[in-house]
T-cell receptor, first 116, second 115 residues
Framework: AQSVTQLDSHVSVSEGTPVLLRCNYSSSYSPSLFWYVQHPNKGLQLLLKYTSAATLVKGINGFEAEFKKSETSFHLTKPSAHMSDAAEYFCVVSVQYGGSQGNLIFGKGTKLSVKP | DGGITQSPKYLFRKEGQNVTLSCEQNLNHDAMYWYRQDPGQGLRLIYYSQIVNDFQKGDIAEGYSVSREKKESFPLTVTSAQKNPTAFYLC??????????????FGPGTRLTVL
């Protein structure tokens, strides 16, 4: 069975400093992994996805994530935080096998705060 | 503009009443999904539909019902049997259900408050 764990429920950074949001996954198969962002009272927007091509994935708004199979991790990073990055971020794995193949399993989310 | 619309944005109902949340997509996607979001719990799958006239229970289907009579529409009914219906509800769609590489596209959500 697949699962995903976001290691921090809340991360706070200063504007202009790097962002690191940590995610570990569990999967018996080669996983498809996603990061979504949600601003308050809004729907979710896809930031980036890993689909077994390049291990370093670049997304929108300067975010990127690196798939590390040996560490079962898919951490999200950004070199320099902007005030508009303040939001909740979800690490997501796609079910790879069985009747619910293609369904998504969400982490509990990491709330990112950005201080001026 | 292609996308997913959910209405209404905010919904208030009295305890014991059934309520139906609307979800429409014009992306020509086969698969549609309903999620419930509670603070600190991420998103949990209520129901999903891989094709018209077919749908499957997700992880927390009790107290909810759905229909999929048209490809574009996937309404969710929150029944009086749902013990704690106050939550943020998100609808999503994807090109197909079985493709693990297909991301899901989300609507703006409906916040339901039961008084």
């Amino acid at each position: 069975a697949q699962s995903v764990t976001q290691l921090d429920s809340h991360v706070s950074v200063s504007e202009g400093t790097p962002v690191l949001l940590r995610c570990n996954y569990s999967s018996s198969y080669s996983p498809s992994l996603f990061w979504y962002v949600q601003h308050p009272n809004k729907g979710l927007q896809l930031l980036l996805k890993y689909t077994s091509a390049a291990t370093l994935v670049k997304g929108i708004n300067g975010f990127e994530a690196e798939f590390k199979k040996s560490e079962t991790s898919f951490h999200l990073t950004k070199p320099s935080a902007h005030m508009s990055d303040a939001a909740e971020y979800f690490c997501v794995v796609s079910v790879q096998y069985g009747g619910s193949q293609g369904n998504l399993i969400f982490g509990k989310g990491t709330k990112l705060s950005v201080k001026p | 503009d292609g996308g997913i619309t959910q209405s209404p944005k905010y919904l208030f109902r009295k305890e014991g009443q059934n309520v139906t949340l609307s979800c429409e997509q014009n992306l020509n996607h086969d698969a549609m999904y309903w999620y419930r979001q509670d603070p600190g719990q991420g998103l949990r799958l209520i129901y999903y539909s891989q094709i018209v006239n077919d749908f499957q229970k997700g992880d927390i289907a009790e107290g909810y019902s759905v229909s999929r009579e048209k490809k574009e529409s996937f309404p969710l009914t929150v029944t009086s049997a749902q013990k704690n219906p106050t939550a943020f509800y998100l609808c999503a769609s994807s090109i197909e259900a079985s493709g693990g590489y297909n991301e899901q596209f989300f609507g703006p959500g409906t916040r339901l408050t039961v008084l």
